[in-house]
């Protein structure tokens, strides 16, 4: 039989919508005999299901061999297959299709908006109006073709590998299975929470769901506060946690995944481990709060651009 490690400790957990919790000798099953304090302090979380953590600490640790005693979340995560779970209109459930509902969560692209600032807006324009049609076609018939221009990065959009890596993989090589009807989960982010890390992401399973991180952020959208330097945003840390727990899509509702405050001085960790991953990212969400916790199908799909990494997409979901 391979060795089997626990981890024997006092823990003192702070929540960020107040109070605590405090517990002494708690074991724990560990993957192996080395585990930092963070690490353990993610696994705890994970096993307790607490919600809105914002600190544990650690102390008194030891590190005994001890055969597993089992619990949440302390193995290795495990990929879900989206396709096997049933959901509304799915074949298992025809009956389904009578109960579910669409949420849509993009922002309307409008002629001269702001998705951020400084950076060109949308110009929305005729290239064939209605009356110059009628030249070309028979009597009663008229045509309307609009134009756009825009950069890639405008409203709700998608980002692929491409968008951070120059042998990413841009929007044509993107699969549809990491972009359509992916299941869903939301992790609720307490208001005045700026950084979510590691432990406030540790409770959930992300396992091949597309995970949309709720901050309310998308209030302020089109405003001058949008762009605020106190904005919610995704650690490297967070992100990694993501990757090593097999999400395949990761959104938010706020300016960016990434710290854009000038204490970050450009570092963009979660979209550089994300994408490195190939997980892609959907920025400028809203509507997330019309959504369950779970138990809905997620879409953002871009037109495939060849040479692009980011284009906007129409995000919604299928809610049962």
Do not use: C
């Amino acid at each position: 039989m391979a060795e089997q490690w626990r981890a024997q400790f006092d823990a003192r957990v702070s929540f960020a919508n107040g109070g605590g919790l405090r517990t002494e000798g708690f074991r724990l099953d560990i993957p192996g005999r080395e585990i930092t304090d963070e690490e353990l302090a993610a696994l705890f979380v994970r096993h307790l299901g607490l919600l809105m953590v914002s600190e544990v600490r650690i102390s008194d640790k030891t590190i005994v061999e001890e055969p597993h005693k089992g619990g949440r979340g302390t193995g290795r995560p495990r990929a879900a297959d989206p396709a096997s779970e049933t959901h509304p209109g799915h074949p298992r459930d025809p009956a389904g299709a009578a109960r579910r509902r669409l949420v849509e969560l993009s922002h309307v692209i409008t002629d001269g908006m702001t998705t951020l600032p400084g950076w060109p807006a949308p110009r929305i324009s005729d290239w064939l109006t209605r009356e110059a049609s009628r030249a070309n076609y028979a009597p009663g018939t008229e045509f309307h073709v609009a134009r756009i221009d825009m950069i890639a990065n405008t409203g709700t959009y998608l980002d692929t590998p491409a968008h951070r890596w120059a042998e990413g993989a841009d929007l044509t090589g993107t699969p549809l299975d990491r972009l359509a009807d992916l299941p869903g989960i939301v992790v609720r982010v307490p208001a005045g929470t700026r950084a979510v890390d590691r432990l406030m992401l540790a409770p959930y399973d992300v396992a091949g769901r597309a995970v949309l991180l709720h901050t309310g952020w998308d209030t302020h959208f089109d405003t001058d506060l949008y762009a605020a330097h106190d904005a919610p945003y995704l650690t490297g840390d967070g992100a990694q946690w993501l990757v090593e727990a097999g999400a395949a899509l990761v959104g938010v509702d706020s300016i960016n995944i990434d710290d854009v405050s000038p204490a970050a001085a450009g570092d963009r960790p979660a979209h550089s481990t994300l994408l490195a991953a190939g997980i892609p990212i959907v920025e400028h969400l809203t509507g997330l709060d019309a959504l369950p916790p779970e138990g809905f199908r997620f879409t953002a799909a871009p037109p495939m651009v060849a040479g692009m990494g980011t284009f906007p997409v129409r995000a919604f979901a299928v809610v049962g």
